[in-house]
């Protein structure tokens, strides 16, 4: 079982950064493929970005592609999320999630293989 913890989210202005972290508990951070999803008021969760339990393989929504990055740091067992060139609509709870039990390569872009999920952090973008 792994506990996962977000940070780094706040207020920030339109065309600003930030970086989020999820810091992971337990021994095994680096069988897990990862994932960031996000949810604005009144909208279904969504998803943002994939990463392999490797690292060597990404995909990301197409509203985020180019702005945002995805990694992670194994020996650390933290993920990362920087986000750059933020608009408005990027507005929302930013949650982490883990799968277990999956191929040094595999990447999840829906919520059904993630068995593990933070509480989230929320991010504000002001225009």
């Known amino acids: 079982q792994v506990q996962l913890v977000e940070s780094g989210g706040g207020l920030v202005q339109a065309g600003g950064s930030l970086r989020l972290s999820c810091a992971a508990s337990?021994?095994?951070?680096?069988?897990?493929?990862m994932g960031w999803f996000r949810q604005a008021p009144g909208k279904e969760r969504e998803f943002v970005a994939g990463?392999?339990?490797?690292?060597?393989?990404?995909d990301y929504a197409d509203s985020v592609k180019g702005r945002f990055t995805i990694s992670r740091d194994n020996a650390k067992n933290t993920m990362y999320l920087q986000m750059n060139s933020l608009k408005p609509e990027d507005t929302a709870v930013y949650s982490c999630?883990?799968?277990?039990?999956?191929?040094?390569?595999?990447?999840?872009?829906?919520?059904?293989?993630?068995?593990?999920w933070g509480p989230g952090a929320q991010v504000t973008v002001s225009s």
């Open positions: 999630a883990a799968a277990a039990g999956f191929g040094t390569r595999a990447v999840f872009t829906t919520t059904r293989p993630y068995d593990y």
């Open positions: 337990g021994r095994t951070f680096s069988s897990y493929a």
């Open positions: 990463i392999s339990s490797s690292g060597a393989s990404t």
